[in-house]
């Protein structure tokens, strides 16, 4: 998987695509950890638009990535997820442990 990467101020945009699966999460998770190597004072806004669906492999490392940034006091946001994959996040209460936006914007705006 191929995933594009943007910096605002200090929030790195992750822009996934196709699907969240157990090949794809793994990709994700390395971008993540390198993102966090070569800057570890960075957030982290994972924008969904492109994705099609998400696995439990893929909810993990949101979860992953959560914990992982609030050891340094750094957040992780998503936004602009499909229905079906806010209907997934929901149906777990993901929505209650990470912040989830309908427009990347949005998101941006509340990071500290």
Request: glycine share 0%; aromatic share 4%; proline share 4%.
């Amino acid at each position: 998987m191929e995933i594009e990467i943007k910096k605002i101020n200090n929030v790195h945009i992750l822009y996934p695509s196709d699907h969240l699966n157990i090949n794809s999460s793994r990709d994700l998770e390395k971008t993540i950890n390198e993102v966090l190597k070569q800057d570890p004072h960075s957030h982290i806004l994972i924008n969904l638009s492109n994705v099609e669906s998400v696995s439990s492999s893929g909810l993990r490392i949101f979860l992953y990535t959560k914990r992982k940034l609030k050891e340094y006091n750094l957040e992780l946001r998503l936004c602009q997820p499909n229905e079906n994959i806010m209907a997934t996040i929901q149906l777990i209460s993901l929505d209650d442990i990470i912040d989830i936006h309908m427009k990347e914007e949005e998101a941006l705006k509340l990071f500290p």
